[in-house]
C-alpha cells in the first residue's frame, strides 16, 4: 500500500506568479483535500474532490483551484499569488464512505516573495 | 461557524510526567481524528475514534470521545521526548453535503529530557 506523495517539497515564487503542486493519493482512496497550513495554526481546508469533481469548498478565493484525474491524483493550482500564501499545502487521502479518517503527504512548503 | 478549539495551545513538560489536551466544539461529530506533526511535515494520524463516550488506548496515549460527540481528549503518561509535536485533533462534521472535516489550531508540546 502507498501512501501519499506531494511534488514538489518546497517550491520558491514571487508574486503574481502561478503555481501548481500535485498530490498522489493512497491507493483505494477516491476522496483527495486540500488544506492551508501557516506557522503555528492548524490546516485549514481549501477544498475537496472526488470522481472529478470538486465536492465542496472552505473560504479561499477563486484564484485557488484544483483538479483530480482519473487514478484518483490531483493538482492545486493557485493564480496571482500573494505574499499570504506562503505556507504549507498538505494533500490528504481519503475514502468517501470511510469514517472521516485521512491520511496525509508531507506537504509542499511554499514561499512567495 | 463550525470550531473546534483545543487547550491548552502550548505545553512544556518534564519527561516522565503526564499531560492532557483537550478538543472541544459546540458541534457534532460523526467520527474525530487526533494528528500528530513534526515540523515541515504532514500530520500523522494517531486515532479515529467514532462511537461517544469510545475510550482507545495507544501505548501510552489514552484518547476519549466526549458522550456528546463534541469534544475529546488525549491524555499521554509518561511523556517522552519523542512525544514533542504538534498535536491536532480533527472532527468530521454529520449531515454536510461532502464530507466535511475542520481542524483544531493545534497543541504544541514540547517534552524536555
Avoid at chain 1, 493512497?26 to 465536492?55: C, D, K, M
Avoid at chain 1, 493557485?78 to 508531507?106: K, M
Avoid at chain 2, 512544556?12 to 506533526?37: A, D, K, M, P
Wanted: with cysteine; proline share 5%.
Amino acid at each position: 500500500e502507498t501512501g501519499v506523495t506531494q511534488s514538489p517539497t518546497h517550491l520558491i515564487k514571487t508574486r503574481g506568479q502561478q503555481v501548481t503542486l500535485r498530490c498522489s493519493s493512497q491507493s483505494g482512496h477516491n476522496t483527495v483535500s486540500w488544506y492551508q497550513q501557516a506557522l503555528g495554526q492548524g490546516p485549514q481546508f481549501i477544498f475537496q474532490y472526488y470522481r472529478e469533481e470538486e465536492n465542496g469548498r472552505g473560504n479561499f478565493p477563486p484564484r485557488f483551484s484544483g483538479l483530480q484525474f482519473p487514478n484518483y491524483s490531483s493538482e492545486l493550482n493557485v493564480n496571482a499569488l500573494e505574499l499570504d500564501d506562503s505556507a504549507l499545502y498538505l494533500c490528504a487521502s481519503s475514502l468517501i464512505s470511510g469514517d472521516g479518517t485521512q491520511y496525509f503527504g508531507p506537504g509542499t512548503r511554499l514561499l512567495v516573495l | 461557524t463550525q470550531l473546534l478549539e483545543q487547550s491548552p495551545q502550548f505545553l512544556s513538560i518534564q519527561e516522565g510526567e503526564n499531560l492532557t489536551v483537550y478538543c472541544n466544539s459546540s458541534s457534532v461529530f460523526s467520527s474525530l481524528q487526533w494528528y500528530r506533526q513534526e515540523p515541515g511535515e504532514g500530520p500523522v494520524l494517531l486515532v479515529t475514534v467514532v462511537t461517544g463516550g469510545e475510550v482507545k488506548k495507544l501505548k501510552r496515549l489514552t484518547f476519549q470521545f466526549g458522550d456528546a460527540r463534541k469534544d475529546s481528549s488525549l491524555h499521554i503518561t509518561a511523556a517522552q521526548p519523542g512525544d514533542t509535536g504538534l498535536y491536532l485533533c480533527a472532527g468530521r462534521l454529520m449531515k454536510t453535503s461532502y464530507d466535511k472535516v475542520i481542524f483544531g489550531p493545534g497543541t504544541s508540546l514540547s517534552v524536555i529530557p
